[in-house]
Structure formats: C-alpha cells, structure tokens
C-alpha cells in the first residue's frame, strides 16, 4: 500500500535554528498538507498546498514557516528560526481530492532545546 | 468555520464489548466528516469518512459510523472490540469547499482483557 514517507523521524535543534522537515508524499496525490500535534494537544493544522501554491494556512503559520515542493517528489517544511514551542510531533498528508480523507506519515518529532 | 468536539477523553471497555465513540460538530457550511486512528508512535489512520448519501458508513477493521444532521453528530461504534483496537480515535471535519481539516482532541480507548 503507497505510503507518506517523513524523515527525519526525530530531529533535536537548538532554539534559534533553521529546521527543514521533508516528506514524500503519495505519488498520484494533489493535495499536500502539514499538521502538528503539540504534546497532549490536538492536531493543529498548519497548511495546505495545491498546484504549487499554499492554498491555505492557519494563524500558526507565520513568517516563520515556509513549505516548499522543490521536485516532483518532495514536500518540506522550514521553520526559519525554531522556539522552543514550536517542539512537536509534525505529520506530512496528502490527498487525491479535497474530501477524500488523507494518507499521514509517520510524523517527525521536533525537540527545540 | 468548524469545531469538533469528542465527548469522552478517555473509554474504558472489555474485549469483545460494544463501544461508542462520541463526536458532535459544528459548522455554517455542508461538510464532510473522518474517523482517524493513532497507534503509538504512529502517524493517523483513516479509518472512515461521510461525504454524502448513506448516513451510515462503514470503515476498515469493522468499525462504523452514522452521519446525524440534526444532532450535529458523527459518533464512531463497534459492535465488537478487541485489544488491538486500543488507540487514540480522533473525529475530524471539513468544509466542503475548504482544504483544512479540523481535529476533535481525541478519545483514547482502551480495551481491557
């Protein structure tokens, strides 16, 4: 079964630092999303990302956050210049249509220090 | 825009009992509605989803779900769980014009021998 694909599974940064989480997702998908679950929290959605444009984000998603689909296979997201909040559980999607429910990764694991 | 709340942080239950699942919505536009799953240390896992017709849609590992309009409710049932269905269960929502997707805080249950 296709799978999203996020690497690293764990990243450590220092606070202040310039982070870039990459996925791949499913290869016939269109739509490219990133959601963070914030320790004991919910599932925040971050943005989404559709004929190489963001074509929604959330109030969290500030100059701080970039994403990129630099090939035709990669999906990442920077964090410029990392907080200590910004330490999570961050979970690449993807979609064939918008309704059609997503296919997560793993997640990758941020600690800020 | 749209708010998910799941009744129930937590739902204890004996293997081979019935479960249910609580979540109610809210939304000023049609949407469409998700059952994910968590294993630890996982990522999300689609479990089922109502876009439209039925109100009664079925998903994988013989869960079900039953779409109520006027109860603003999307509550999640198995007739029959096992230990292996211990996990965090997390109703989501949609717009249907809109990319993001919406998380309730979750429920976990756990399946008792």
């Known amino acids: 079964e296709p799978e999203v694909t996020q690497t690293p599974s764990h990243q450590v940064t220092q606070m202040g630092q310039e982070v870039i989480l990459r996925c791949v997702p499913i290869?016939?998908?269109?739509?490219f999303y990133w959601y963070r679950q914030i320790l004991g929290q919910k599932v925040e959605f971050l943005v989404s990302?559709?004929?190489?444009?963001?074509?929604?984000k959330s109030e969290i998603f500030d100059d701080q956050f970039s994403v990129e689909r630099p090939d035709g296979s990669n999906f990442t997201l920077k964090i410029r210049s990392t907080k200590l909040e910004d330490s999570a559980m961050y979970f690449c999607?993807?979609?064939?249509?918008?309704?059609?429910?997503?296919?997560f990764g793993s997640g990758t694991r941020l600690t800020v220090v | 825009a749209q708010s998910v709340t799941q009744l129930d942080s937590q739902v204890p239950v004996f293997e081979e009992a019935p479960v249910e699942l609580r979540c109610n919505y809210s939304?000023?536009?049609?949407?469409?509605l998700f059952w994910y799953v968590q294993y630890p240390n996982q990522g999300l896992q689609l479990l089922l989803k109502?876009?439209?017709?039925?109100?009664l849609v079925k998903g994988i590992n013989g869960f079900e779900a039953e779409f109520n309009k006027s109860q603003t409710s999307f509550h999640l049932r198995k007739p029959s769980v096992h230990i292996s269905d211990t996990a965090e269960y997390f109703c989501?929502?949609?717009?249907?014009?809109?990319?993001?997707?919406?998380f309730g805080a979750g429920t976990r249950l756990f399946v008792k021998a």
């Open positions: 999607a993807s979609s064939t249509l918008v309704g059609s429910g997503y296919t």
């Open positions: 109502y876009l439209s017709g039925s109100t």
């Open positions: 939304s000023s536009v049609s949407v469409y």
């Open positions: 990302f559709y004929n190489n444009e963001i074509s929604e």
């Open positions: 989501a929502v949609s717009g249907t014009g809109g990319f993001k997707t919406i």
């Open positions: 290869s016939n998908h269109l739509y």
